[in-house]
């Protein structure tokens, strides 16, 4: 008895067609785990970046200061300066 009355008796063609139900459910599994290693290896290549959009940069006489500011001071002193020199 290598495998069985039930494979000994059937041959291996038509097993594979007695339950195509359970074949297609093999094979959309495959399917799916192929889909989620795919998934998973692009999601390591994905770093999220924190930006800061804006925050306390400094506080002057009970005045709070924000990088917006600042950077909004920084641009209009760069384009004095390029246009100035």
Do not use: W
Not at 18 to 42: D, N, Q, Y
């Amino acid at each position: 008895m290598s495998g069985g009355v039930f494979r000994d008796a059937v041959p291996r063609r038509e097993r594979l067609t007695m339950f195509p139900e359970a074949v297609h459910s093999l094979h959309s599994m495959k399917v799916i785990c192929i889909i989620a290693v795919i998934a998973g290896f692009f999601s390591c290549l994905y770093e999220p970046r924190a930006e800061l959009v804006n925050g306390i940069e400094a506080i002057v006489d009970d005045s709070v200061i924000t990088y917006y500011e600042v950077s909004a001071r920084n641009e209009q002193t760069y384009e004095t300066l390029a246009r100035d020199y």
